[in-house]
């Protein structure tokens, strides 16, 4: 893969990703 | 007399079920082909930057606008946007949209949602890649919605059957309630869904290069044609447009579902971390599940060109022509057609249930129905209202309800609930009733996106798509004389509903004053 390519589906991924990470991580762990 | 309103029955269940809601088809095909289409990996710009100030801040505000209804008794956008306006008739008027535009779209994407249904049939059952080429599979599509007779289809009638059976599945799971019903439906088809898109997503970047004798056509290079940005199309508008749009779709967001599901809360359950959990699992279910299937799996049979042949030739194309057809190239192709199909099922099912629960909620809140009996009238009107939907598909019917409950109604209403948030209630009250219960605390430049960034951005939406869709599709350019009538009587039905729903919101607040006067002299 091109290196833009790689950024690009990096960041995309990445943000979503760490948002469903987060938002489930802080759910869970309240209980 | 309607009984005490029901509540979810866990955190988990209620996020879910949202998403559920928002997680529907278009995850899987409207959205690989818009990115395809307008820019690839430069299109997740304008999209995340909606997501960041419509999106999340959309969704926060129905979460809450539907809690605060539901401790006042009620469910629907109608009594939400009156009882926050001192009763203000212009406000319950505006809210019966709500109501009305996920009505308009339960009409004709149960249809749509019975042919995945129907599709899995006859995958499973070996029959559908079987058909060789694109003319056979498109001549396959056209006689089973019955657009033709040929010799896979005397008639509509295989169609009307699994519509029947996919119509019946709804209404079985809205008369089961809130937590016996859609909520059990989400706890169990949610996961499933997942589990299903994991499987077609790993098929998909296993691909390889299917055809050794053309190298290029790989799987590195599909993800190289996705994700490439084109930083040009930034400085076309329709691109950030199409990105705004995409998010509305996609988050179920301007509809009036997420208001009827968040009222069935308790006064203290949180809202911004359970919207910001949907939300996400929403994002992920489009973003790197739905962008990881139909796409790439395009690229590597059909090339470059080929793929934006497909982006461009509509959702229907996609999904039951050419996902068919490529499946057909792959060892167990039937299995794998039959789980796309019906990975598109469930993720329909999920969703349809959630636009009939806003008239729900109206006709138990306010109209003082069972939900039995609002269940049976509700189910009666809206077979009836799927028919024209399902006989007149060739004439521009259902493109004419997609257009008002699926575009014009949901900016209409997002801009209308925006303001009545950020201005009517205000954003410090606003901000304290979000908080309310709240497991995290919301960032406070979000204060500012509330009042001013997310009403200027759909402003600014309403009026570009305006110059751009909305007077042309009012004149009907460039449809054929013949197909008028039919464009007509989908107006009819639309406004028509909509009047129906404005008088019976109105009776309901006379009669719902006298009974509070009546039981106050008493």
């Given at each position: 893969m091109n290196t833009e390519a790689i950024i690009f589906m990096a960041l995309s991924w990445g943000s979503i990703v760490t948002l469903l990470i987060f938002s489930y991580y802080r759910m869970f762990r309240k209980k | 007399m309607a009984g005490q309103r029901e509540h979810w029955g866990s955190k988990l269940g209620v996020i879910l079920a949202v998403a559920g809601s928002a997680v529907g088809l278009g995850n899987f095909l409207r959205y690989p082909a818009k990115m395809a289409l307008n820019g690839g990996g430069a299109f997740m710009i304008p999209y995340l930057i909606a997501f960041l100030l419509l999106g999340i801040p959309l969704m926060w505000m129905e979460w809450t606008l539907g809690r605060m209804g539901g401790q006042r008794g009620f469910g629907t956008a109608t009594s939400i946007f009156a009882s926050v306006t001192r009763n203000s008739m212009v406000a319950r008027i505006l809210g019966a949209i709500g109501i009305m535009g996920p009505f308009i779209i339960l009409v004709y994407y149960t249809f749509i949602e019975s042919w995945t249904l129907a599709y899995a049939y006859f995958a499973f059952t070996g029959k559908l890649t079987t058909m060789g080429d694109q003319e056979g599979m498109k001549a396959f599509l056209s006689g089973y919605q019955g657009l033709v007779a040929n010799e896979h289809f005397s008639g509509i009638w295989t169609a009307y059957i699994f519509f029947t059976i996919t119509f019946l599945l709804n209404f079985y799971f809205i008369y089961r309630g809130i937590q016996g019903g859609i909520e059990k439906l989400s706890r169990i088809g949610m996961p499933i869904l997942l589990i299903l898109a994991v499987l077609l997503v790993i098929r998909t970047l296993s691909l390889g290069?299917?055809?050794?004798?053309?190298?290029?056509?790989?799987?590195?290079?599909?993800?190289?044609?996705?994700?490439?940005?084109?930083?040009?199309?930034?400085?076309?508008?329709?691109?950030?447009?199409?990105?705004?749009?995409?998010i509305f779709f996609t988050l179920s967001i301007g509809m009036g579902v997420i208001i009827a599901y968040a009222s069935y809360l308790k006064k203290d359950d949180d809202v911004v971390l359970s919207g910001l959990s949907a939300a996400s699992t929403n994002e992920f279910c489009e973003v790197v599940l739905g962008g990881s299937v139909v796409i790439p799996a395009a690229f590597v049979f059909l090339g470059a060109a080929g793929t934006m042949e497909v982006a461009k030739s509509g959702l229907f194309n996609i999904g039951f022509v050419t996902m068919p057809l490529i499946f057909g190239k792959i060892p167990l192709g039937a299995l794998f057609a039959g789980v796309w199909f019906l990975l598109l099922f469930i993720a329909g099912i999920t969703s349809s249930v959630s636009m009939v629960q806003p008239a729900m909620s109206f006709m138990q809140d306010e109209l003082k129905v069972s939900r039995k009996k609002a269940t049976g009238i509700l189910g009666l009107i809206a077979f009836l209202a799927c028919q024209p939907a399902i006989f007149f598909l060739g004439h521009g019917f259902v493109d004419e309800l997609d257009f008002w409950g699926g575009t014009v109604f949901l900016v209409l209403f997002a801009t209308v609930e925006t303001i009545i948030f950020g201005w009517v209630i205000g954003i410090e009250k606003a901000w304290e009733e979000m908080h309310q219960g709240a497991d995290i605390r919301i960032p406070s430049a979000y204060k500012f996106i509330i009042k001013y960034v997310t009403p200027l951005y759909l402003f600014a939406i309403l009026g570009a798509w305006s110059y751009q869709q909305f007077i042309p599709t009012i004149l009907m350019e460039g449809v054929a004389e013949a197909d008028k009538p039919y464009i007509w009587g989908a107006r009819l039905l639309v406004f028509g509903g909509l009047a129906a729903i404005i008088a019976l919101t109105m009776y309901a607040a006379r009669w719902m004053k006298n009974d509070r006067s009546a039981g106050g002299a008493a």
């Open positions: - | 290069t299917p055809d050794p004798a053309q190298p290029e056509l790989s799987i590195t290079n599909a993800l190289n044609f996705i994700y490439t940005p084109d930083l040009a199309s930034l400085g076309n508008a329709k691109v950030w447009l199409e990105a705004a749009g995409q």
